[in-house]
Every structure is written in C-alpha cells, then in structure tokens.
C-alpha cells in the first residue's frame, strides 16, 4: 500500500464517447505489458473503453479521462478525484473531441491557446474501509480545482492499495 498526503476534488463525468484503441490517452498509452495500470480494467486494446469528460460544478468540460464503459452510468455523479502531479498541457488527442461538443466552454479555449497553460495529471478513485482505489487516470485544467464540486478541494492523507 502506497500513504500519502494530496489535494483531494470532486468532479463529475459528462459527455462519454465510445474510444478506439487508436485513440487512447497518453496516460493509458504509456504501458509495459497488456493492463500495467490496473489488474481489473481492460487493457486500452480491448473493447469498451469510454473517453469521458471532467465537468467542473457549472457542468462544463475541465478534463478529460479514459474508463471502461461501465462508468458511463456514473455520468453526473459527484466522483473523487487526487491529484498527482503538474505538467504543462494536454495531450491534441485528448482535446480534440471535446472542442466541438457543447460542454467545453470558451474560457477553457482561450486557456489551452497560451503556452504552457497548465493540467493537473489526476487520479479517479473509489474507497473502501478507510482505503482508496485506483479507477483512472486523467487529466484537469489547473484553473478547474476553483470550480470543483463541494467540498472544495483540500488536502487529505491517502491510503492507496
């Protein structure tokens, strides 16, 4: 088990398309063997993966993550998510299909047109008995943990396993 202390948020899913496997995320890309992010998911090469927006607490797209279709019924629901770590933008791959739709707003246009804008790689779990859960992996606009979902983002001591 993994312990550590974090910035804890609460987003929802919107928007859940259906993903070929040429389309995957970076963080789903990144593999050493069939499902080296988890024991439990399909690896990014099998059917029934969803590629499903963030939506911060005014419903509009702040992020994207990759999951198995069985999340597409939590579309709506208040999810935690961790935050992990910083970096510098997103993916074109993992924009591109929300540019068009409606959710994504024209602030989060604006920002990902300046250099160096900002995600934060986050971490989409569940908790059992005190115990957190890996889910998935996405990413969020920095500028996204001010329009979290209640409570506000805070700081929380993490039991991973």
Sequence with gaps: MLHFDTVVATFSLIYPQSVHKTMISPLRKRLTGPSALSTV?????????????????????????????????????????????????????E????????????????????????VYNVMLVSEHKGVHHREGLGRILTSALANALEPEPYWQDILLG
Excluded at 65 to 87: A, N, Y
Excluded at 96 to 115: L, M, V
């Design 95 to 118: 924009i591109n299909t929300w540019q068009d739709s409606p959710y994504f707003p024209d602030a989060a246009e604006e920002e990902i047109k300046r250099f160096d804008y900002g």
């Design 41 to 93: 998911r399909p690896a990014p090469a099998d059917p029934g993966l969803l590629r499903t927006g963030i939506a911060d607490r005014n419903g509009m797209w702040c992020g994207t993550i990759d999951l198995d279709e069985k999340w597409k019924i939590r579309t709506g629901i208040p999810l935690k998510f961790l935050v992990m770590s910083r970096m510098s933008c997103f993916a074109e791959e």
